[in-house]
């Protein structure tokens, strides 16, 4: 059974950072990309960033190009998201989510409905 696991989550001042982890089990991550996705109270899920399962052509939104970077150790079985520069519009529930995509993959895309394994999510808030 495909499990993934989220952890660091919290309150942080804008400017700030926080790192994020994704650790998954049930599955072999080598044949899976992971993305991480958030949702802010009153919106809809989006997509923040993903990873192919290689490690390779890493995906993020336009609104965190630059401050955020995702990385996976797949020895590990885990996942990262390290968020740099904090914003209030960061805020979030941060859901990582798993997609078949075959052995050491390049694709990347971050399309909600091709994951279908997710975790049960962090909070993330960011305020002052």
């Known amino acids: 059974q495909l499990r993934l696991v989220e952890s660091g989550g919290g309150l942080v001042q804008p400017g700030e950072s926080r790192g994020l982890s994704c650790v998954t089990s049930?599955?072999?991550?080598?044949?899976?990309?992971i993305a991480w996705f958030r949702q802010a109270p009153g919106k809809e899920r989006e997509g923040v960033s993903c990873?192919?399962?290689?490690?390779?052509?890493?995906n993020y939104a336009d609104s965190v190009k630059g401050r955020f970077t995702i990385s996976r150790d797949n020895a590990r079985n885990t996942v990262y998201l390290q968020m740099n520069n904090l914003k209030p519009d960061d805020t979030g529930v941060y859901f990582c989510?798993?997609?078949?995509?075959?052995?050491?993959?390049?694709?990347?895309?971050?399309?909600?409905?091709?994951?279908?394994?997710w975790g049960q999510g962090t909070q993330v808030t960011v305020s002052s």
């Open positions: 989510a798993a997609a078949y995509r075959g052995f050491l993959s390049h694709d990347a895309t971050m399309i909600p409905t091709h994951f279908d394994s």
């Open positions: 049930g599955f072999t991550l080598d044949y899976y990309a």
């Open positions: 990873i192919s399962a290689r490690g390779t052509n890493p």
